[in-house]
């Protein structure tokens, strides 16, 4: 835990602070292995798209527990690779996992890339899994990233599509909400903040990086080997659905939630379908 101290972070993130410091930050570090597999699938699209060579210093932005920032220390071979998150349980993760799969060249920094003070034009890429979609002000956030970036740096971005492209988002909040939920305004701070390509276009040209290219994948996302597994992951996730619902409600939106998860069990466990845009851009020389 931080304590008390925010001076660090933008005030406009500290909902975000609060949310990863606590409850939602420890759930996704007891549950490390799981969260990492959970979009495993999209991993070698992303690393190959940063194209990360030997000596490369790699930031990588949301880093979570830190499966990301490891496989791009070990791309980075003599370089090094910085995980920067808000989260200290997950970071605390993260690091042990790194020194556990000898990867000593990945270190984890806790801070918010929307104002840290990365030193000027130091990294050769930036990379981020589904971790820069949630700050409170993206404009400031990747002109604040770009000014690390060397000139020519390389820039990967896995992002979510719009939630009409996310089966796991509209059939599990549907399930537990008994409707379907309006998506959230792209200019808050959700999943999908960066599901408009022309939005994202504006976001890094306006940060001074070249005009980005937007490449759509689609993978299922795993959720776990068994309904009662998958179960507990979604509540600890989307639990908030269940808050305002009385004895009877909470047990139908749970009936709900069951019957969908169990209507995706396949050999390879429960998974759902997903979108994701890699987005890819550059810095000028």
């Excluded at 990492?36 to 210093?57: K, P, Q, V």
């Excluded at 949301?62 to 980075?76: D, F, I, K, P, V």
């Excluded at 959230?184 to 504006?202: H, K, W």
């Amino acid at each position: 835990m931080i304590g008390t101290d925010t001076t660090w972070i933008d005030p406009a993130n500290e909902d975000q602070l609060k949310a990863w410091e606590t409850r939602e930050g420890v759930f996704w570090a007891e549950r490390a292995a799981l969260f990492e597999h959970s979009l495993h699938r999209y991993d070698d699209w992303l690393l190959r798209a940063a194209g990360i060579r030997d000596g490369d210093r790699v930031l990588d932005i949301g880093c979570g527990t830190g499966s990301t920032t490891r496989a791009a220390a070990w791309l980075a071979g003599s370089g090094t690779a910085l995980g920067v998150d808000l989260s200290s349980p997950m970071l605390s993760v993260a690091t042990r996992s790194a020194r556990d799969t000898g990867a000593r060249n990945a270190r984890f920094l806790q801070a918010d890339a929307q104002v840290y003070r990365f030193e000027p034009e130091t990294y050769d890429v930036l990379v981020s899994r589904t971790g820069c979609m949630f700050f409170a002000d993206q404009y400031a956030a990747f002109a604040n990233l770009a000014a690390a970036l060397k000139p020519g740096g390389r820039v990967a971005l896995l992002v979510w599509q719009h939630p009409s492209q996310n089966p796991w988002f509209t059939e599990l909040t549907t399930a537990l909400a008994g409707r379907e939920l309006p998506a959230p305004p792209p200019e808050a701070p959700s999943p999908f903040a960066l599901a408009d390509p022309s939005r994202v276009a504006d976001i890094l040209t306006s940060a001074g990086f070249d005009t980005p290219e937007c490449e759509s994948f689609k993978e299922p996302t795993y959720w776990g080997p068994d309904v009662a597994t998958a179960e507990h992951f979604v509540i600890g996730i989307l639990g908030w659905l269940l808050n305002d619902l009385d004895e009877v409600g909470r047990a139908q939106a749970l009936n709900r939630l069951c019957a969908t998860l169990a209507a995706h069990l396949g050999p390879e466990g429960v998974t759902f379908p997903s979108a994701a845009w890699l987005v890819t851009a550059h810095k000028p020389t």
